[in-house]
């Protein structure tokens, strides 16, 4: 008994010089430099992107779809590379050496691209007319596939890792987050969005008017500069260490259940195999509570006599502590919400790509001398996702917690909700838009000619970009701050990871319901036509979308209803109080009434 009194000593003073250690790093500070990194990233990345569906039908003359499909794939690409990102960050890496490498690579991909943009061998000639055009040929192509994958790879790294990087500095317990007035995802979705509109409106205007060399320098050199920004906070930074790989103790668990599959789970949760000195490492700030959900799992923490569970490392695969079965809960628990966020991001998954081709049908004239961006109709959606996001933090949150009590308001689930009905909302204005487009190109016999200017505003484009930030401000960032939350605190980066995993699959998705469209959508009136768009039936495409949705959202209403959230000890924050509260004496006062499963029995 004395020795285990004597190890809880020492687990405890080991915890608070981490603590002591951890406050002279990390904090408000690091901020700044973190953020500027995100800031210029997104401002490259959005400027890359932005307008590549023009850069792709108009400089390498590829028909609209097989375009569309291109770009949402390598977006898909660039969306499902941080599981990699993350699985090498959460496993050996770390946050901050992980993005570093990410940021390079992805630097070299915007060199790369930047040159074969200036270099004429790299691209067709000219086809202004948009009949009868030479495509890009297999060599032109392929450069192009290499540029955009080192772009991909790059941001699988950078993505999952920097707000969870953001995370690490401050603190994210449930005490911390209810005592700051600000919340740590709404401000990094506004730092994103503050990049997206200088890039909507200064790159894609270049790269219209000026050229494509500028167009895309520009982006490569803001990303020099995030660089450089990141680089010069590292003195500052709070890194923790990662301890292995987290699938691997996933898999663990699920090994160890196997081999105890016939096994009788005991009624007394106490009876289940616990070790905080071997999960000390993966649970600084929290550890996760017993639940009864999934109990098959809860086999393998049963403590047999094949298990050595008296040493330090026992055998993992044999058995595994009840903090690393509920890690495996978390996470089950966690994938019918992420699911249903595939199919939100399937829905805008292609249609900005259709929109800017419908705004080159449209007025598009400001003035007589200037013309507005195609591209930069986006801006609608960022300016409506600023201002939401400050609305609701500082409007929204403090009127609904006079109801509920929730120091965040409402719970993220009820904030996806909203997200998801906004977002209908917004497929359907794209629809009822289209088909009024067609109708004054129709009236006025403009049908059969792509390239004519319709006599209707591209204004009228902009309701649907507006409703669609507004959903961002609910159901994204709902998204992600509940996958951050609701997941381990040892799978910080794969679940951030997860959220553009899902973005991917909405990519993915979106281009298997576009091929599918145009392959059977009949070939005289077909719904996406690869040259005029006038002839097809763009408005048909979002009512299937908005169908899509309503049954996504009624899947989603019943998995929100079942969904239980994760309990937990914020263990550090025990022997914080304690620390500062009371001294050494009292603490081991305290560690003394701990009782037999190692919590602390408060009076």
Known sequence: MANVEKQENIEAESLIKRKKKKKKLGGIKTMPFILANEICDRFANTGFHANMITYLTQELNLPLVKAANTLTNFNGAANFAPLFGALISDSFAGRFLTIMAGSIIYELGLISLTISAIQPRFHPPKC???E????????????????????????????????TFAADQIDMTKSGVAARSWNLFNWYYFSMGMATLAALTLVVYIQDNVGWGWGLAIPTIAMALSILAFLVGSPL???????????????????????????????DPALLYENRELDAAISLNERLLHTNQFKWFDKAAIVTGNDATGSKTPNLWRIATVHRVEELKSIIRMFPIWAAGILVFASSSHSRSFTIQQARTMDCDLSHSFQFPPASLAIFGVISLLIGLVLYERLFVPFARRFTRNPSGITYLQRIGIGLVINILATVVAAVVEIKRKAVAAEHNLLDDPKASIPISVFWLAPQFSLHGTAEVFAFVGLLEFLYDQSPESMRSTAAALYWIAISAGDYVGTLMVSLVHKYSGKKSNWLPDRNLNRGRLENYYWLVTATQ??????????SCLYTYKTLEEVSEIFEEVEELAGDKILSMILDSRNGHGEVELG
Not at 133 to 146: D, F
Not at 550 to 559: A, D, F, H, Q
């Open 128 to 130: 202004p007319t948009q």
């Open 550 to 559: 309503v049954i996504n959202l009624l899947y989603y209403l019943i998995c």
């Open 132 to 163: 009868n055009c030479k495509e890009a040929s297999t060599l032109q192509i392929w450069v192009l596939y290499i540029c955009l994958l080192l772009t991909s790879l790059g941001s699988g790294c950078i993505r999952p890792c920097v707000v």
């Open 237 to 267: 930074y709070n890194r923790i260490k990662p301890e292995g790989s987290p699938l691997v103790r996933l898999a663990q668990v699920i090994v160890a259940a196997v081999r105890k599959r016939k096994e009788v789970v005991p009624a």
